[in-house]
């Protein structure tokens, strides 16, 4: 009965057995009550151990499971909110582990990735930038609270593994201050099959030769021009959204029309550039992308 199951989906059952469980279970027990290999089932209680999900207590000469403090099924849609709260609660609480444990409980509650960020990750981002813009926190807070949302985000990043050669992007970010919306964006096209590269923090590249950089770049990564390659800038700034745009724009004549550009920015004017899309949402831009892999014959 178990080969038909997922770790999800065998995380779940253990939740909910151990959840029903005031004493805690032993591994003989867990195994028995979802019909598994007893051997099979404690390798996957390592895991979960190991991913801070369940812990396990010598009581006497047993060896009991419980399920981690906090631990809940979490059911999607409607548990997003909820998620939200507690995310941003143990964020600025300094329980990043807590933080860490909600993420990969949703994650393994059949919660969709992409959803996630937009629901969790990006409003935790932009309390964060409210909190220290409005001098809420300083700077030590902040960089605190901005390590444990790049660590969830690769949490997120690391459940998906299969990609689709035809469907590459690359994704930078024009500063600092956009780097964690360019992870978010490169973990969401990732659980969508895109074969991501990411580039991080571009700030100091901004220079004349930029595009003869980026054009040696973009030949070795995509040597046959297979499928499709989509640039895409984030960016605080005006500058740095049409810097990076410019440069990507200028060598597109070099790939041909497989090759697309788009910006993210959160500058307050929108930036003057011939980019094939240009937005100040997460959500759209992540669409857009995904739009474009549409053209693929």
Not at 152 to 160: M, Q, T
């Amino acid at each position: 009965m178990a080969r038909g199951y997922r770790q999800d989906q065998i995380q779940q059952k253990l939740i909910e057995i151990l959840s029903e469980s005031k004493t805690g279970l032993s591994g003989v027990e867990i195994a028995d009550k979802l019909g598994m290999n007893r051997a099979t089932i404690a390798k996957y209680l390592q895991v979960f151990a190991a991913e801070g999900i369940i812990k396990q207590k010598n009581i006497g000469n047993a060896n009991l499971w419980f399920v981690e403090s906090g631990t809940e099924k979490l059911e999607f849609p409607q548990d997003y909110f909820r998620v939200k709260d507690k995310f941003v609660e143990f964020l600025t609480s300094g329980m990043q582990q807590h933080a860490y444990h909600l993420i990969r409980n949703a994650q393994y509650s059949g919660a969709d990735t992409t959803k996630i960020l937009i629901e969790v990750i990006i409003p935790a981002i932009e309390q964060v930038d409210e909190m220290y813009v409005k001098a809420k926190i300083g700077k030590s807070e902040a960089k605190l609270f901005y390590n444990v949302i790049s660590g969830s985000i690769r949490i997120l990043f690391l459940g998906h593994q299969s990609t689709e050669s035809k469907k590459n992007v690359t994704v930078l970010s024009a500063d600092g201050a956009s780097l964690l919306y360019c992870k978010a964006a490169s973990c969401a096209l990732a659980s969508h099959g895109w074969n991501v590269f990411e580039l991080g923090d571009m700030s100091d590249s901004i220079d004349v030769m930029y595009d003869i950089d980026l054009q040696k770049f973009l030949t070795r990564i995509w040597k046959q021009k297979q499928g499709i390659m989509v640039i895409l800038v984030f960016s605080a700034s005006e500058e740095g959204a049409k810097f990076f745009s410019e440069s990507a724009m200028s060598i597109k004549p070099k790939f041909g029309k497989n090759l697309h550009v788009a910006v993210y920015s959160r500058a307050s004017k929108k930036p003057a550039t011939k980019a094939e899309f240009v937005t100040d949402s997460f959500d759209a831009i992540v669409q857009w992308t995904d739009s474009v892999a549409g053209t693929l014959s």
